[in-house]
């Protein structure tokens, strides 16, 4: 049978073998189901490829999509939030993300007008675009300070907040929930606030507590907080 005609989740699936794991095996990645994992020094280096919801398997053909996104998470950033993982992370727990760059067509299926690519092309393009991106990109945000810049100019504000508290950067934090504080209401916006409240603990006690022990009404609309001097390695 033709890698063309078999349903779009085995064409992917061919895709992710002869174009990503054999770099991603290379480089120390663990495979697990369409997600490759890699420990670091402060860091998880996590390559996830996902169908669309709406892909279609018809008898006249198939229609879909799909992409490949590259993620960083960092455990001790991510602990400022309150959460302690106490496994591996998953794509959507990555603070700092993008998609890998594919060519026109590259990552679409569509049988009934023939217009997209051959499964093979688009393995060798997926290959193409990780030589050409994943490394570098990978090499470039995997530290706090490049990772921060990167949420901020993203406008990522929730997630700037926690890489601020983290790298003791008190006008950074100030900045990012004022800019939460406008978009956000409710319990949206009053647990960031007690995201700041947990600095404050966290200077006073010399350690990350839990939100529940902060209490969220220390802080509000323009309050200003300290934050302890924090050293992490660059």
């Known amino acids: 049978m033709s890698l063309d005609t078999l349903p779009i989740s085995k064409r992917i699936d061919h895709i992710v073998a002869v174009s990503l794991h054999p770099h991603l095996k290379r480089l120390g990645f663990k495979k697990r189901g369409r997600t490759f994992r890699r420990p670091g020094q402060d860091c998880w280096q996590l390559v996830a490829?996902?169908?669309?919801?709406?892909?279609?398997?018809?008898?006249?053909?198939?229609?879909?999509s799909f992409s490949v996104t590259l993620g960083i998470h960092f455990p001790s950033v991510f602990a400022i939030s309150g959460v302690d993982l106490g496994r591996e992370p998953g794509?959507?727990?990555?603070?700092?993300?993008?998609?890998?760059?594919?060519p026109r067509q590259v990552g679409f299926f569509d049988d009934l007008t023939g217009g997209c690519p051959t499964t093979e092309v688009q393995a060798d393009a997926v290959s193409n675009a990780w030589r050409e991106q994943g490394e570098s990109w990978f090499s470039k945000y995997s530290n706090y300070k490049d990772a921060y810049a990167w949420v901020r100019n993203r406008s990522d504000w929730c997630q700037?907040?926690?890489?601020?508290?983290?790298?003791?950067?008190?006008?950074?934090?100030?900045?990012a929930l004022a800019h939460c504080q406008r978009c956000?209401?409710?319990?949206?916006?009053?647990?960031?606030?007690?995201?700041?409240?947990?600095?404050?603990?966290h200077q006073q006690r010399g350690r990350?507590?839990?939100?529940?022990?902060?209490?969220?009404?220390?802080v509000?609309?323009?309050?200003?907080?300290?934050?302890?001097?924090?050293?992490?390695?660059?």
Do not use: M
């Open 160 to 175: 700037a907040l926690y890489f601020a508290i983290f790298l003791n950067d008190s006008l950074g934090a100030h900045e």
């Open 184 to 201: 956000w209401g409710g319990e949206s916006k009053t647990y960031i606030e007690a995201i700041c409240c947990q600095a404050w603990c």
């Open 49 to 64: 490829v996902s169908g669309a919801a709406h892909n279609t398997n018809l008898d006249a053909g198939s229609i879909g």
């Open 208 to 218: 990350i507590v839990s939100i529940k022990q902060c209490d969220a009404r220390r």
């Open 91 to 102: 794509i959507h727990e990555c603070y700092v993300y993008d998609t890998l760059k594919l």
């Open 220 to 234: 509000g609309d323009g309050a200003r907080f300290p934050l302890r001097c924090h050293s992490p390695t660059q």
